[in-house]
């Protein structure tokens, strides 16, 4: 898992109330760094997006560790939101978050099932080309 990453602004990567945690979007951060930066559809190509959307969802598992300190308390991934910073004529945002959705059904099986949505974004923080956010339910 890696480390939770820092706040780009004033929030906390994630909050826990009753047996849910929602976190707070994640960009595409490895060792502190962007892995990449640009626009779906120019800059960045599909496949290099599918690998930002599954580094941003090993930033919000360790962002739900963070809060809870074991995965294994994960029931249930609920729902996830991916954001796919894309020129205007870009239509490949739920391939872009099938990394984050696939990666969610490996590490939890039939609990990683959930509810999605893939958005289509101008711009999003620090140039970044994917963002992900995700809720969890907890034992």
Known sequence: MPEVAKPVAAYVPAVQTGNYVYTSGQLPMRDGELITTGKVGAEVSIDQ????????????LAAVQSVVG???????????????????????????????????GAAFGEAGQHARSAVGVPVLPLDAPVEVELVVEVS
Do not use: M
Not at 49 to 60: D, E, M, S
Not at 72 to 101: C, E, I, L, Y
């Open 70 to 104: 074991d995965l294994s308390r994960v029931v249930r991934v609920v729902k996830v939101v991916a954001f796919v910073a894309s020129t205007p004529d870009f239509t490949g945002q739920p391939t872009v978050a099938n990394g984050a959705s696939e990666l969610f």
């Open 49 to 60: 997006a599918v690998v930002c959307a599954q580094q941003c969802a090993l930033n919000t």
